[in-house]
């Protein structure tokens, strides 16, 4: 790429080509990926800037937060709710959804994030990052006045996302992004401040030989999964006939990225631990984005048996077992679990 396109001008040229960004989409694009910056300059100072650790709060889930959880959940907050493209967002680190206070002018869209994905990884130095994915409030019923935002709004399948991406606090910082015309990437130029286009058009491949999941809960996954894992495990002899690599970041946003690059599966499925859970990860700021990220790259997602994306949520923290990545991995393991 002979000259540097930033992430303004892929946007305003999307615009024009596609029609798909309206100002007001732009605008919230253009915050968030300015919020990540500055989720990314606290990331990098680390112990010096006092925001490792743990806060001393738990959220929704139950889970401890850690300090860099809630910086990144405040950073996204106060920079998106005065802009008046927002009527509200939902958060990972937040109970219930945050409607754009009154005194500032209401917007169309709905932010939903993960502010710090991979929150283990806060602390030893390993890839983390912030997922997002926007949606807009529905229009009221013929006949109805407009309504206060609620969780309600929210309650949508993955298929109405308007944009949805993630940034990747890494060797790099790199923001990924797709609003549903195909999948683009940049990095950010520390010296010049902005996101810098780095890849368009970025492709899954089909086929794969690695694989990411977390083998220490092997002995609770359901059979599909064990089945397909074994039959990976034994490579060349075995029913698959090609060896098999194995990753696992236990950061989400590392492990899709890789996807992304140079493909492969990943799985956090449904197991017995807590049977009444579909699965550990959320379906509206985690599994969402990231599926419709990986079928944008020609890739495919599923929970194990139906498409992510046609997923009607109930709840707002509702979790969901993921399968995702190259298309014809993702096909196998639906099938094993279809064939049941
Ligand atoms: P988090 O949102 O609390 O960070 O949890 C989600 C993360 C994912 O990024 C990752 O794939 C998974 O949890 C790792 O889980 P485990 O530690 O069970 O391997
Ligand atoms: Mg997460």
Same mark, same amino acid.
Request: charged share 25%; no cysteine.
């Given at each position: 790429m002979s000259q540097k396109i930033s992430l303004t001008r892929y946007l305003v040229e999307q615009q024009r080509v596609n029609?798909?960004?309206?100002a007001q989409l732009r605008l919230l694009l253009e915050v968030v990926a300015r919020s990540c910056k500055g989720i990314s300059q606290a990331v990098n100072k680390g112990a010096l800037g006092g925001v490792l650790g743990a806060a001393t709060t738990e959220n929704v889930q139950g889970e401890v937060q850690k300090k860099l959880d809630i910086i990144a959940n405040e950073v996204l907050i106060e920079a998106n709710e005065?802009?008046?493209?927002?009527?509200a967002m939902a958060s990972e680190e937040m109970d219930s959804i945050y409607a754009v206070p009154n005194r500032y002018p209401q917007g169309e869209y709905l932010l939903l994030f993960?502010?710090?994905?991979?929150?283990?990884?806060i602390d030893v130095n390993v890839s983390i990052g912030t997922i997002f994915s926007v949606l807009k409030k529905p229009d009221p019923a013929p006949g109805k006045a407009a309504h206060a935002v609620n969780e309600q709004d929210f309650l949508? @399948? &993955?298929?109405?996302?308007v944009a949805a991406g993630y940034c990747v606090y890494g060797p790099q910082t790199t923001l990924v992004l797709t609003v549903g015309n195909g999948v683009a990437m940049f990095t950010l130029d520390r010296e010049q401040g902005s996101f810098v286009l780095t890849q368009e058009n970025v492709q899954v491949p089909a086929d794969t030989q690695e694989f990411a999941i977390n083998m220490s809960n092997m002995r609770h996954w359901d059979e599909p999964v064990k089945r397909y894992i074994d039959e990976c495990l034994q490579?060349?002899?075995?029913?698959?006939?090609k060896d098999f690599n194995m990753r696992w970041i236990a950061s989400m946003v590392a492990d899709v990225h890789r996807i992304l690059t140079r493909g492969g599966i990943f799985m956090y499925p449904w197991d017995k631990?807590?049977?009444?859970? @579909? &699965?550990?990860?959320?379906?509206?700021?985690?599994a969402n984005p990231m599926s419709w990220l990986i079928e944008q790259a020609g890739g495919a997602a599923t929970n194990g048996r139906e498409r992510i994306l046609d997923l009607q949520p109930g709840k707002l923290h509702e979790r969901v077992s993921v399968v995702l990545g190259s298309k014809n991995e993702v096909e196998l393991v639906t099938k094993y679990h279809n064939a049941l």
């Open positions: 029609g798909h960004i309206p005065w802009g008046g493209h927002l009527a993960d502010p710090l994905d991979g929150s283990s990884n949508q @399948p &993955g298929s109405q996302q490579g060349k002899e075995g029913p698959r006939g631990r807590e049977p009444n859970k @579909p &699965g550990k990860l959320r379906l509206m700021y985690e």
